[in-house]
């Protein structure tokens, strides 16, 4: 509306500055007026155009402002996605070194553990009877996992699991000959033998425990027990992991 202002404005002015205004036949002036009506209505037109092409700028400006705002949420839209992307990666990662810890555990088919000794690791041992019932098996056949330890005759479960224990006990009849599996200074499975008349005793047992990681099972000879062993093995103790739980 200010531009129609300006306009009727400027209108005036040319009206008043136009030279030999008032000074004219009535006809001349009937003339004067007609060109100025002219003039004015293509003012009028001019104005109008000027003020459709603000329209027009105007729509497009809002048009503009439209397209900022659609870029100004894609962006955030994108910037979301990049964070959601970042994350699912990282779990993937997390996936992907689980993943690798099972196949290597399954590959080796879960922890590997067993042992088995024999009483003697050189000449004749009679073991017995003494106050320190326990039976260290010097002569370590096998020890994977190093559960075993031949210098206390102790096993210690080295993961929670079911494990296979068996032992083999022989001697004379001079004793009681046998001895009796311990679980953390617990009996569990024995062999037993009176002292008799023939020659000679042999026995075994065995037994599937479930141990705790830490769990100590070793072998312990009764009150008056004996028992013999030499190079031939015939007192001996074993165990595996059947599985872990
Ligand atoms: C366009 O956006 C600008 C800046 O945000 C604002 O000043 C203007 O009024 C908007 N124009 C329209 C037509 O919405
Ligand atoms: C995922 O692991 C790859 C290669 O191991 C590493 O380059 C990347 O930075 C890790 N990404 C995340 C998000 O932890």
């Known amino acids: 509306m200010e531009l129609k202002v300006v306009c009727l ?6 009206l008043f500055v136009e030279p030999g205004f008032g000074q004219r036949g009535d006809i001349e002036m009937i003339e004067w ?34 397209t ?9 839209e994108m910037d979301k996605l990049k964070k959601e992307n ?8 997390a996936t992907e070194e689980e993943v ?34 326990a039976l260290i098996f010097k002569r ?5 996992g190093n559960g075993y330890d031949p210098n206390t005759g102790i096993f210690t479960a080295p993961v929670n699991g079911l494990y296979f224990l068996s032992f083999s006990t022989y ?8 001895a009796i599996l311990m679980k953390n200074g617990v009996s569990q499975i024995s062999t037993y033998d009176d002292p008799s008349t023939d020659g000679s005793d042999s026995s075994s047992n065995a037994v599937v425990l479930q141990l705790d990681g830490g769990d100590k099972v070793y072998m312990e000879l009764w009150d008056d027990g004996r028992v013999f062993d030499n190079m031939n093995g015939h007192t001996t103790f074993s165990g595996f992991l059947v599985f872990p739980v």
């Open 68 to 76: 900022v705002d659609e870029v100004t949420r894609q962006k955030a």
């Open 9 to 14: 404005l400027t209108l005036l002015g040319v």
């Open 86 to 93: 970042e994350g699912l990666r990282t779990r993937l990662n």
């Open 33 to 66: 007026l007609k060109d100025k009506v002219e003039f004015i209505k293509t003012l009028e037109e001019k104005l109008k155009e000027v003020e459709g092409r603000q329209n027009g700028f105007d729509a497009l400006e809002t048009k503009l402002n439209a």
């Open 171 to 178: 001697g004379y009849n001079t004793h009681v000959m046998g």
């Open 100 to 133: 690798d810890k099972l196949k290597q555990n399954s590959a080796k088919g879960g922890p590997q553990i067993a042992f088995s000794a024999s009483l003697a690791n050189f000449g004749e041992i009679y073991k017995g009877p003494c106050t320190d019932k």
């Open 140 to 144: 370590v056949f096998s020890n994977t």
